[in-house]
Nanobody, 114 residues
């Protein structure tokens, strides 16, 4: 299984970015997929994700600003990030749990300037 991320970059505070993550390989039809982030000197944290039942959950810090969506036909998950803040600056990682195993993307840097 491979996860390929795209869409990170540098944006001013208040701006928007859209991250994409496409999975390839042997993927179960029912899986868990989402986005985590890790800022310097901080632990990796869940930003937004889909449960195996298809519902979504979000970190409190991004509720109302970020939206996760997916295209099952393309095995792709998206993260629309609006009203970005400097504290959103981090490396964002795509995560997939399928067939009982966990996979991570290579990470994409998101930098929000004040």
């Amino acid at each position: 299984v491979q996860l390929v991320e795209s869409g990170g970059g540098l944006v001013q505070g208040g701006g928007s970015l859209r991250l994409s993550c496409t999975a390839s390989g042997s993927i179960a039809s029912i899986n868990v997929m989402g986005w985590y982030r890790q800022a310097p000197r901080k632990q990796r944290e869940l930003v937004a994700g889909f449960t195996s039942g298809g519902s979504t959950n979000y970190a409190d810090s991004v509720k109302g600003r970020f939206t996760i969506s997916r295209d099952n036909a393309k095995n792709t998950v998206y993260l629309q990030m609006n009203s970005l803040k400097p504290e959103d600056t981090a490396v964002y990682y795509c995560n997939l749990v399928t067939w009982g195993r966990t996979y991570w993307g290579q990470g994409t840097q998101v930098t929000v300037s004040s």
